[in-house]
Each structure stands twice: as C-alpha cells, then as structure tokens.
C-alpha cells in the first residue's frame, strides 16, 4: 500500500503543471467598442425597462429598477466613463451584476449598448492594461483580452462601481 502511494507522489510531482483553465467573459458593446466582464459577477441580463429617477444621484446613475421585490441602482457605464449616455434602443439591456464591497454583496445593473455573447479567454490571451491612452481610466480595466486578432476590454467591475458612494454623498452633502 505504501508503494503505491509513493508511486502516485512521484508521478504528481513529475507531471507537467496543467496550463490555466480559461476563464469566461461576458462580452458587450459600449459606444462601438467591445468590453468584457467576468461571468461569476453577472447575476443575468434583463430587456431595458422604464427606470425610476432618484434626485441627487450622480450623472452616471439611471436611476432604479424593481428586480422581483429589490430595488437595483442602475448604471449608465458610458457616463461613467465620461462619455455621452448611451441612447436607448431595440438591443439596450441592462446587465446585473453582483459585486462585493466592504465586504457586503450588492446587486447592480449596468446599461449597454448590447450583450454580444460569453466567450472563454484564455489566461496566455491577456495583457495587461495600457500605460496610457486608453479612453477610461487605468484602474478600470483588469486587461486586455486577444480575441481573433482583437482586443476585448477586461474591465475590472469592483473598481467601476468603487467610489460611486462617495461621490453621492458629496453630491448630497450641503454647503458649509
């Protein structure tokens, strides 16, 4: 029995490490560029709705949604990025996605352009995000995927979506 054990560590320890697994991404578009998200953050995809505004929210939010029961804060992710909001149209959705900050789980709708399709990228694929002259900020992208001889914007949700608090509040916070 000992001997096969020994045999089994040996063989573990000489095999080959197995390459990363890919891993899969949501693809989008935003603006005529293509985005990606990675699939474990994204809850579903829903049809654009009517949204209910919500005074003193900033620029970047759409307003809420009710999503079975819970109120969604939705996302315009082309403001966000400083870009002119996106126009609704037949392929506007809106994807919900679930992050984690401070250590609490929230759900989050976000409007784009079109969902495109999921796709597996692989780990060897990626590269890291631009030094500069990428049109969103630096912190927002977790890289760039290569897909057919393209680059897919890996975005990096959490970061998105950081911040956004903080900027409400001020927006909220009177004048001293």
């Given at each position: 029995m000992n001997q096969l054990i020994q045999n089994r560590a040996r063989a573990a320890a000489s095999a080959v490490p197995a390459a990363p697994a890919p891993t899969q991404y949501l693809t989008f578009t935003l603006g005529g560029e293509t985005f990606a998200i990675g699939i474990l953050g994204?809850?579903?995809?829903?049809?654009?709705?009517?949204?209910?505004?919500?005074?003193?929210?900033?620029?970047?939010?759409?307003g809420v949604i009710n999503l079975r029961g819970s109120v969604v804060t939705v996302m315009d992710l082309s403001v966000r990025f400083g870009r002119p909001s996106t126009p609704v149209t037949k392929r506007t959705c809106i994807i919900i996605v679930e992050i984690e900050e401070d250590g609490e789980r929230q759900v989050i709708g976000v409007v784009v352009d079109a969902v495109n399709a999921v796709l597996e990228i692989a780990a060897s694929d990626i590269e890291p995000p631009p030094a500069f002259g990428a049109h969103i900020r630096n912190d927002y992208i977790a890289g760039m995927g290569k897909i057919n001889g393209r680059f897919v914007?890996?975005?990096?949700?959490?970061?998105?979506?950081?911040?956004l608090q903080t900027d409400d509040a001020a927006l909220a916070a009177p004048d001293q």
């Open positions: 994204v809850k579903e995809i829903i049809e654009y709705t009517s949204l209910t505004d919500v005074p003193m929210m900033s620029d970047c939010i759409r914007i890996l975005l990096e949700i959490g970061q998105v979506f950081a911040g």
